[in-house]
């Protein structure tokens, strides 16, 4: 993430110029004061004491002027830091295929895009005020200590070697448990997200106690594991302190002798004892920091993970161009084989057919027959294991994906519809589409009735989601969404299912009329829906097992049969 960094690298060092002088004149003013006590207090010299303290007052308002604008600064780099590496993330999670989206999880990356973002932009922000000015007033203080009294300085042998090793033993326990502890958030969100998103199923199911439960268990892993952290710094603090008042008396015992003996001039003592505590108190800021700096660590090696995978599916280096044309595409699947990472068994194995411009190509099969697979490889949602896709002649892997998507209006087996508006919803097929086009497609899509009964026509609000309206509208709404974008090839997927037989029937009549020339492959569950197919593909277990019409398969395809019988009686069938 050091690339993010980079571009602030004339605000940081601006910030490094401030916190030198904020530390200089930190480091000055207890050599102002000894100045003082020494030769102003001693002899009694009014003048003198007026004089240095005026210089202490302005070196006061420098430091106060400095640390402002540092932190204004600071401030500005943070946030643009994390705007930043917000929006790399989100970009590269756009790119992702489907196979590094099962990898991480959905709660999983959106806990990184948020959570572990925060952490580490507060530890740019605490770092740029806080980190940088530590080691320089700490170095400082101690050169300017062994100034004041090079004997006295020899406690800080014996000083700062305790504090460092009880750091070093803090920090080595804490790191594992900060680990732990974003992995159990990304539990949080996966549980709180199924929750929201299965409410109606618990509901139905009764659940509702026993998601109550499952909740309290991840909330309860996760406090269990941040109070052994906050037990563990719990204990740092009161030690650090006990060094820091031990070595106040120390300083005063020992210095008090040196005093006493006219070694060291009074003045110098109260310096010391200042730089002391400077000292102390930058090893105290450090260790401040460093509570935030392992978790921040582990926050930073989750979102380089997100940062630096390359995505499974990319774009050739000299891509074929390929132009959207006015009519259908020809789809033709080679021997086609699929297998999902890490699987024994592809799923898909020697899939060929071919699906024909201005004609309807149905897929059919039993439940886990790999249809869904197979219509999420022509987008390129997944990559083909052997054989090929190919668009009018073309390899799907030879083109760049944007103009493959330019070419495929897809609608999915769960329709999703965005928050904002129908129309809005409408306008993800062509965002120039006109009032006129989004109430065409709705007409097409049997939706204008329920639209135009809504209070605001086109412009009536959706929830995200779509959950402010029924399964079917949603589907229809979908459909609409795919025809607004006029495609050559049209894909959808079981996206019938929840509409009944008239709408669907006047559906796919609407459908057959507008769609002349595009391609159009349909997956469905319901055999009258592709009774009318100009090509069926019958799958069964991966395999091809039948291509031809309804009439054909009736006659040729055993597994045909067995789908149409177990929906329509022999004479249904018969007549269709």
Do not use: C
């Amino acid at each position: 993430m050091r690339r993010y960094l980079g571009k602030y690298r004339r605000q940081i060092l601006v910030v490094l110029v401030l916190l030198l002088v904020q530390a200089l004149t930190q480091l000055y003013l207890p050599d102002l004061n000894a100045e003082i006590i020494n030769e102003g207090v001693s002899t009694g010299d009014t003048s003198l004491i007026l004089n240095v303290g005026a210089l202490m007052v302005g070196v006061t308002i420098v430091l106060a002027v400095t640390s402002l604008v540092a932190v204004y600064f600071s401030a500005r780099v943070a946030m643009g830091f994390g705007r930043d590496v917000r929006a790399a993330v989100f970009g590269k999670v756009a790119a992702f295929s489907q196979v590094e989206m099962n990898r991480f999880g959905t709660a999983s990356l959106i806990t990184r895009n948020t959570n572990d973002v925060q952490q580490v932009q507060l530890v740019v922000f605490m770092g740029l005020t806080i980190i940088l000015l530590a080691p320089i007033t700490g170095i400082g203080g101690t050169i300017m200590a062994i100034r004041q009294d090079v004997p006295l300085s020899g406690l800080l042998l014996v000083i700062l070697p305790i504090m460092f090793a009880f750091i070093a033993l803090v920090f080595s326990r804490a790191i594992p448990l900060f680990r732990s502890m974003q992995i159990k958030v990304d539990r949080i969100n996966q549980v709180m997200r199924e929750a929201l998103a299965g409410v109606r199923v618990i509901r139905a199911f009764v659940r509702v106690e026993h998601e109550e439960k499952r909740f309290d268990e991840a909330s309860r892993d996760l406090f269990d594991t941040a109070l052994r952290v906050n037990r563990l710094f719990a204990v740092t603090f009161p030690v650090m302190m006990a060094i820091f008042n031990i070595s106040s008396v120390a300083v005063m015992w020992f210095g008090a002798d040196r005093v006493g003996s006219g070694a060291m001039p009074i003045g110098n003592l109260t310096a010391f004892l200042t730089y002391l505590m400077q000292i102390l108190m930058s090893v105290l800021m450090a260790v401040f920091m460093f509570i935030l700096v392992p978790r921040a660590a582990v926050s930073a090696d989750r979102i380089n993970e997100v940062l630096e995978i390359e995505p499974s599916i990319s774009d050739p280096t000299e891509p074929t161009a390929l132009n959207v044309p006015a009519r259908g595409v020809k789809v033709e699947l080679r021997n086609v084989e699929f297998r999902y990472p890490g699987a024994e068994q592809p799923v898909l194995r020697d899939v060929s057919f071919t699906a024909e411009p201005g004609q309807t190509t149905a897929i059919v099969g039993s439940t886990g027959s790999g249809k869904s697979t197979l219509i999420n490889l022509l987008p390129r949602f997944y990559d083909v294991t052997g054989g090929a896709v190919l668009v009018d002649g073309t390899d799907l892997r030879e083109m760049r994906r944007e103009d493959l998507w330019k070419l495929i209006g897809v609608v999915p087996q769960q329709a999703f519809l965005f928050s904002g508006t129908i129309a809005s919803n409408l306008r993800y097929g062509d965002a120039d589409a006109t009032d006129e086009q989004i109430k065409h497609a709705l007409e097409i899509a049997q939706a204008s009735d329920f639209v135009n009964e809504m209070p605001d026509g086109i412009e009536s609000i959706i929830d995200q989601g779509g959950t402010n309206v029924s399964g079917g509208q949603r589907q229809r709404l979908a459909i609409a969404r795919a025809l607004v974008k006029r495609a050559p090839l049209y894909v959808f997927d079981d996206s019938f299912s929840a509409l009944d037989f008239r709408t669907d029937a006047l559906l796919r009549a609407a459908l057959r009329k507008e769609l002349t020339t595009a391609t159009v492959i349909i997956v469905a569950q319901r055999v009258g829906t592709i009774l009318n197919a100009d090509r069926i593909v019958v799958l069964d277990d991966g395999r091809v097992v039948g291509v031809g019409t309804h009439t054909e398969l009736m006659e040729s395809s055993e597994t045909y049969r067995e789908i149409v019988f177990s929906q329509l009686s022999p004479e249904e069938a018969k007549a269709a």
